[in-house]
């Protein structure tokens, strides 16, 4: 469980500056809604003085991004660009009280789209100077520390298995080769050889919009075959989900491991929620097995 301040609890619940800034004339878009998380920061900047007059924010990922963002938006306005420029990754997280190690890559992304949007208004191209050497993948801010735990801890082999417990590779591949030598090492250290070759330990399967009517038992497969797709990136995180029934369009989940009664998880089901009613084109309430009641007609469940 991630132990979250006071205030990334405010700003997740509460968040300030949440959409696009009408008339916007600097834009700073990063991440990858695919890949779990992106963010899109508007600016309104006075083209006499160079201040930000308003911040706006549009964010796809975990509470923590969501915190992050709203209050990068809140530090910056009033700044120059020359000053906002000087915000960094720290400072977002220290304005928060903090973030958990392994949600500081959404400060860095917080940081990474101002300076995406400062070079999109003054019409340069944006270049990651990201001098941390334990930064590996710069898309989506994760570093090798988190990388070799992941490899140690679910037998990572490629860079393939990496990207899918990580997000890490999945933006611009660009950190591939970084990842090829941390894979090396750790296989190293464990005894075996890296083979860039190998077949993957774990693909997700990709999930396909049903287009025809399901008989029951098909619906039920479908949605855990959608809850299950969530499970790397939930598990990258030391967390992990499990469908426990179905009962007319209420899908009751088990979030476990570090999802369980973490304070983000409410945004977690939310995701998985959105996810069901795009595949299987119904409403479809997600809700967590602790409310489910206790004597659970079968019959009932079995004409979901």
């Known amino acids: 469980m991630w132990d979250y301040s006071e205030k990334v609890k405010d700003h997740f619940f509460n968040p300030k500056n949440a959409g696009a800034v009408a008339g916007a004339n600097a834009i700073g878009e990063v991440g990858s809604i695919s890949c779990g998380d992106a963010l899109r920061l508007t600016l309104k ?42 915000v960094t990754n720290q400072d977002i997280a220290a304005e928060l009280d903090g973030l958990p190690p392994e949600k500081m890559h959404c400060s860095v992304m917080g940081r990474e789209a101002l300076q995406a949007a400062v070079a999109n208004y003054r019409g340069e191209e944006w270049k990651d100077d990201h001098e941390e050497g334990a930064l590996i993948c710069k898309c989506f801010g994760i570093d090798a520390a988190m990388i070799e735990e992941m490899v140690w801890a679910n037998k990572l082999r490629t860079v393939e298995d990496v990207t899918n417990f990580t997000k890490a590779g999945g933006g611009c591949a660009s950190c591939h080769e970084d990842i090829e030598g941390l894979l090396e090492k750790v296989l190293k250290e464990r005894g075996e050889s890296f083979d860039p070759n190998a077949a993957p330990v774990a693909k997700p399967a990709p999930v396909v919009a049903e287009k025809g009517p399901m008989t029951n038992l098909q619906r039920i497969k479908k949605i855990e075959e959608v809850i299950m797709s969530f499970r790397p990136q939930l598990m990258a995180d030391g967390g992990d989900v499990e469908l426990v029934e179905v009962v007319d369009k209420t899908a009751y989940v088990n979030m476990t491991g570090a999802c369980n009664g973490c304070q983000m998880s409410a945004m977690t089901i939310a995701g998985i929620q959105q996810r069901l009613i795009e595949v299987m084109g119904e409403f479809i309430k997600v809700v967590p097995a602790s409310q489910m009641p206790k ?8 004409h979901a």
Request: charged share 20%.
């Open 45 to 86: 900047v006075n083209e006499d003085t160079e201040v930000i007059e308003d911040a706006g924010f549009q964010t796809f990922g975990c509470g923590s991004a969501i915190a992050s963002s709203s209050v990068l938006t809140e530090i910056i306005k009033g700044m120059t660009l020359d000053e906002a420029l000087k």
């Open 295 to 302: 004597l659970v007609n079968i019959q009932e469940a079995g």
